[in-house]
């Protein structure tokens, strides 16, 4: 014991010795801001004043994220929260009436807010599975070579524009769909669920597969030891392990299904009605936001309710995002 | 206990779902692909690419939205790129934990999560109305630099990382401050990795068009946009229109599918550029 200590204060002191030596060769090549200034100085044990100013430089442009999202957050609640003026907010979030552009206007956004949330839940009742199916196959089942290849695909899969995605679902699943079920028009929930599936796996297989393969190789070792088969060891040891990990990574692929746009834009048919049925159109915050903001005069009613949708939007995704962030810490304290 | 028979049959009905999964998977991308290839091919030709569109966009090629989608692109890194790398050293040199910290790497984890047609509504009220940019090139390329701004935070802060501790102990004992060694020595040796994830967020940003609906796309223009307050053409954004407000839909049927032949040769192949200098470093630090 007593030696490793030793060697440990041995090293400290090494590095002091290293330090003190730097700030003094530091302070000759600096020249003005030299050695006597260095004392004051709280932040950067050494060098000139050069250093402290790009120090607080660096400090200051890193705030832009937080500035950013202060923006965000205050440009929708100083444009959506007038439209309280018009319309009391119950009737907003519980009106079954969306005519924004009425005399005088509806703003009962009951009918987007349903088409959000059954979208979103829809689309993770297909994404899900076959997303966080794909990452046990990948990160466990699959030879190496070919797991390099998938991981690759799915990367790559990853960065198809949603608009790729939102055409064909226009062009090519709607008149599928309008054919296979003899019904209106094929732009509807289903459509863009079964879009926004398919446009949540690579991120939710992406994250999942990270999360099994950081699971660690002797639990795998001792789970066959124990004479397992590969899928017990998959459903008994590897996935309970990246369970915290798995459902941050749905959370996120909620979220991302959540808040996009030009999928539901395109596919879901654009009808502000309450969906009864999966073969029902509908038309989500973001596509509502998306389809209106172009025509709409800045600063109208209509512009404020726009506003405000995106508001609601907001909250339901930092809520999400919030929630996921608390999975992942409860996961690392296990 | 149940015996070893059931379980190995199990086992093997287990491997064979998860093959089918992925196997099912990969046929549907190449059903796909293969569809959108066979629509679109027939209109593209060298001229797709250097002609603008024409006739009321029943006809012609896609040069001006191609040429503002790389526009938008490179306003937005110009403004992007500066800033995230100077957060992400913050993140990886600078800070020592804390509150504050704390408060600026969530709010880059929130900023990753904000649907894009809310940086659109931001980039609207903030760029366009507020700072009277009005709808344009700069509005809509700023907006895009927002919504890439986590993405190269967080590539920038790993790529930090990952330069070895002796790099930066070796300059101090050299006698460099912690600038000359930020710059001399640490930066050199992250720049690769910081180039790749900046070409990785290309990627991302070529592609997206809810945040420029409103800020600076334009349904039509004459011209590639000569200014930073001129409105500009975007490739996803012209899709859209293509798409749903087309005049005479037998005519631009190809055109659609040959403009998403461009977009997706385009964001495809600056992001598996981007994919596989990343794999090149990787390996190249042994990981």
Known sequence: MSHNGDAVLDKTDWTVKLHGAARLVAGKEAGPGGPGRGNKMKRSSFGGRGDLIAARAIFCISTAGVIIMAFIIMFLVANGLPALRETPLHSILLGFDWYPTEEPPALGMLPLIAGTLAATLLSSLIGLPVALALAVFTAEIAPKKLREVFKMMMELLGFVPSIVLGFIGMQILAPALQNRFNIATGLNLLNASLLLGFLIIPVVASLSEEALSSVPRELRDASYALGATRWETISKVVVPGAKSGMISASLLGMMRSLGETMIVLMAAGGAAVLPKSIMDPIRPLTSTIAAEMGETPVGGVHYHALFFAGLILMVITLAINLLSMLVERRGAQK | ?287
């Not at chain 2, 059903?31 to 001229?47: D, K, P, Q, T």
């Not at chain 2, 749903?244 to 997706?264: C, E, H, W």
Request: hydrophobic letters at 55%.
């Open chain 2, 1 to 287: 206990m149940k015996s070893v028979a059931a379980r190995k049959f199990k086992d093997t009905l287990a491997t064979w779902f998860f093959c089918a999964a992925e196997a099912a998977l990969v046929l549907l991308i190449v059903c796909v692909a293969y569809f959108i290839f066979r629509e679109g091919h027939g209109v593209l030709s060298w001229n797709f690419i250097t002609e603008a569109p024409s006739d009321g966009m029943t006809s012609g090629g896609v040069f001006t939205p191609l040429i503002g989608t790389i526009q938008l692109v490179a306003v937005s890194m110009l403004a992007a790129i500066p800033i995230g790398v100077a957060a992400g050293l913050y993140f990886a040199e600078y800070s020592s934990g804390g509150r504050l910290a704390d408060l600026l790497r969530l709010s880059i984890r929130s900023l990753a999560g904000v649907p894009s047609v809310i940086f659109g509504l931001f980039g609207l009220s903030l760029f366009v109305v507020f700072m009277h940019f009005g709808s344009c090139l700069l509005s809509a390329g700023l907006t895009l630099a927002c919504l890439s701004l986590p993405l190269i935070v967080t590539a920038s802060e790993q790529a930090f990382l990952a330069v070895p501790q002796d790099y930066r102990d070796a300059s101090y004992a050299l006698g460099a401050t912690k600038w000359q060694t930020i710059t001399r020595v640490v930066l050199p040796s992250a720049a690769p990795t910081i180039i790749t994830g900046a070409i990785l967020s290309i990627g991302r940003v070529a592609g997206e068009t809810a945040p420029i609906m409103f800020t600076g796309a334009a349904y039509f223009a004459p011209d590639v946009a000569k200014s930073v307050f001129s409105q500009v053409m975007a490739l996803p954004y012209h899709i859209y229109v293509l798409a749903t407000s087309s005049t005479d839909v037998n005519a631009t049927r190809p055109i659609q599918y040959g403009a998403i032949i461009v977009l997706l040769a385009f964001v495809l192949g600056v992001s598996a550029v981007g994919v596989a200098a990343r794999a090149k470093l990787e390996a190249r630090n042994g990981r």
